[in-house]
């Protein structure tokens, strides 16, 4: 079965300093895809960064990047020189390619400060 | 502009009633999702559709129902046999092909049942 899970119910970051926001999956399927969106206060879901199953490098975005372990089963996101705008939910998903089943984590709440 | 498009933003239904929300998008995706979120529980999948007339269970089924007549639509009605429907609904959709593109989603539909 797969499964999506985020230990971290919430984090603090100062602006500017960089944060890592965890994640880990089970899957029993080679291929997979990794996915990181950004939920705001408004509801809305932003796609920030991909990563897939069989990929050699770790995903970059901008100031975001993802540590893509596959070993460990971990992808956690890197978001760098944090801004205030990034204050937001942040979930983690991933999409198996046998079912195309979408399964999210529950979810880190990220704070910055100033 | 393509995109999906959510209605109502908020819905007030009594308790024992069904209500339909709808989801409709321009985006010629093949797959098409709903998603419940809760507080603290992040995004779990209702139901998913891979194609037209067809459609299979998430993980919380019970007590809701979904039909995909249409490509471009994919409604949800929340009946009486389920027990908690206030929640936040998001409906989302993506290409069938691999594991590598990423999800688009609604605005979400708030239901509060009173």
């Known amino acids: 079965a797969q499964k999506i899970t985020q230990t971290q119910p919430g984090m603090f970051v100062q602006e500017k300093e960089a944060v890592t926001l965890d994640c880990t999956y089970d899957?029993?399927?080679?291929?997979?895809?990794l996915f990181w969106y950004k939920q705001p206060s408004s509801g809305e879901m932003i796609f920030l960064i991909y990563?897939?199953?069989?990929?050699?490098q770790n995903a970059t975005e901008g100031r975001y990047s993802l540590n893509f372990q596959k070993a460990r089963k971990s992808a956690n996101l890197v978001i760098s020189a944090s801004q205030l705008g990034d204050s937001a939910m942040y979930f983690c998903?991933?999409?198996?390619?046998?079912?195309?089943?979408?399964?999210f984590g529950t979810g880190t709440r990220l704070q910055v400060f100033p | 502009d393509g995109g999906i498009t959510q209605s109502p933003k908020y819905l007030f239904r009594k308790e024992g009633q069904n209500v339909t929300l709808s989801c409709e998008q321009n985006?010629?995706?093949?797959?098409m999702y709903w998603y419940r979120q809760d507080p603290g529980q992040g995004l779990r999948l209702i139901y998913y559709?891979?194609?037209?007339?067809?459609?299979q269970k998430g993980d919380i089924a019970e007590g809701y129902s979904v039909s995909r007549e249409k490509k471009e639509s994919f409604p949800l009605t929340v009946t009486s046999a389920q027990k908690n429907p206030t929640a936040f609904y998001l409906c989302?959709?993506?290409?069938?092909?691999?594991?590598?593109?990423?999800?688009?989603f609604g605005q979400g539909t708030r239901l509060t049942v009173v």
């Open positions: 989302a959709s993506s290409i069938l092909q691999g594991v590598n593109t990423e999800a688009f």
């Open positions: 899957t029993s399927d080679p291929s997979y895809g």
């Open positions: 990563q897939g199953s069989y990929d050699q």
């Open positions: 998903a991933m999409r198996v390619v046998n079912t195309d089943k979408l399964i």
């Open positions: 985006l010629n995706h093949d797959a």
């Open positions: 559709s891979q194609i037209v007339n067809d459609f």
